[in-house]
Nanobody
Framework: QVQLVESGGGLVQAGGSLRLSCTAS????????MSWFRQAPGKEREFVAA????????NYARSVEGRFTISRDNAKKTVYLQMNSLESEDTAVYYC?????????????????WGQGTQVTVSS
């Protein structure tokens, strides 16, 4: 059974940092673009970041560029999201996803597998 399990969320003060992890099981991790999305209360799910299959290329939402870094370790079947200089607007449930297509895509419809989400709360 395909699983993506996120961890690393929590409560942090504005300006602080968190590192999210997402570990996959039961599918060929290296064959997929891995992405992070987030959904804040009352808002639609939005793209955050994506990384290509071998980690050479990345793509970021404008709102997080320069503050967040996505990386992956194919041997560990894990994708990471390092989040620095967190702002209250970053408060959301964060989801990792395994996606097809190209890393430049920000469409959730390209993603076939999703994690259950991890809550990130930034206090101001």
């Amino acid at each position: 059974q395909v699983q993506l399990v996120e961890s690393g969320g929590g409560l942090v003060q504005a300006g602080g940092s968190l590192r999210l992890s997402c570990t996959a099981s039961d599918f060929t991790f290296r064959n997929y673009i891995m992405s992070w999305f987030r959904q804040a209360p009352g808002k639609e799910r939005e793209f955050v970041a994506a990384i290509s299959r071998i980690g050479r290329n990345t793509n970021y939402a404008r709102s997080v560029e320069g503050r967040f870094t996505i990386s992956r370790d194919n041997a560990k079947k894990t994708v990471y999201l390092q989040m620095n200089s967190l702002e209250s607007e970053d408060t959301a449930v964060y989801y990792c996803a395994a996606c097809g297509g190209v890393v430049a895509s920000t469409e959730s419809s390209a993603c076939g597998y999703w994690g259950q989400g991890t809550q990130v709360t930034v206090s101001s």
